[in-house]
């Protein structure tokens, strides 16, 4: 069953370097916008949302668009939704070929609840789930960034908790989210020391290196402009990547592969401010909001329609007018989107051909 599952992921991404797809294979899905932390590249903690989707209308849309084989859940803080559990079990008793959960968390809440929730999922037959905590310097510089005092020794404490389920769960996989932006350009490697120190069998492999970017629909954060010195943070990446080089794991040979592609597209992004191949937004991918509203990307909030307008079914959507103009736009090199980890993956996945 797992292998069938990677199969069907694996040939849905090369299949999608053929053209477009008939139907999208990644879910980007903000459960929430509530969020505990106060960072300062992102604005979501601002917002108090009202009337985000019920776990009905969730487990609705999750019977209606059952092709779904990666689904990343992201927040705010995607642990403060209580129903977290009956979200992911909605999507993996409907979509059958669903192989892959990627979630992040802040570490703020409480580590009892947030275990017995991850082992929960755990436990929902997803034969890969990725947890990301996300860690933005060593101590001071982390609590600084994030508004929240303490909030390093926590993720610290998160991060150990989490990894003792590793000896009980093959599916779990578990790496920092650690986000470059002027408010920490340059200390990266002040950062690994640090957290080598409280966990000395860490590698560069298991950081996932972002840059600050601006998105109205998903940081809320368009005043912003997070890089400031764009050939010293190029470097930065380019250090990140000659060190995870030196430290290959052949255990993840696939995923450093598909990494490392991404973080010479960052050096790229970076450089040149755009990214270095076309997206396959709302073709591989969408993004929905805690509304039920659907954009290409986290990136662009251009929005192509609202699922509870639909009868929670993609497929008006999908297939409208609007979504093709959309289309029409992002091929012609018009999508006004960075080179985020959200949506690089399926991107780098569909130009595997072309890269050869
Ligand atoms: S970056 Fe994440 S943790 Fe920070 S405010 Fe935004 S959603 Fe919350």
Known sequence: MEFQKLAGIGLTALRSNLGPLKKPYKLTFSITYMCQSRCVTCNIWQIKPKDEMSIDEIREFAKKNTYFRWLEITGGEPFLRSDIVDIVKAFSENNRGLYLLTMPTNSLCNPDMVIGKVEQILRLNIPKVVITLSLDGYREMHDKIRGIPGNFDKVMNMYRR?????????????????????????????????????????????????????????????????????????????????????????????????????????????????????????DASLFMDSFGNVYPSIMWGRKVGNIKECNYSLDPIWGSKEAEEIRALIKNGHEPCGWTACEAYQTIAGNVISLL
């Open 162 to 282: 989490i990894q003792a389920l590793k000896n009980k769960y093959s599916n779990l996989y578990l790496f920092f989210g650690y986000t470059i932006s002027k408010f920490n350009q340059g200390q990266f490697n002040m950062c690994f020391d640090g957290v080598k120190k409280e966990l000395p069998e860490i590698t560069y492999n298991d950081f996932h290196i972002n840059v600050g970017q601006l998105s109205d629909i998903y940081y809320s954060n368009t005043g912003g402009d997070f890089v400031a010195d764009r050939a010293a943070i190029a470097n930065e990446v380019k250090e990140i990547i000659r060190k995870r080089e030196r430290q290959f794991n052949p255990v993840l040979a696939v995923q450093s592969s598909i990494e490392n592609a991404f973080l010479k597209g960052l050096v790229d992004y970076v450089n040149t401010g755009k990214p270095p191949m076309r997206s396959r937004s709302l």
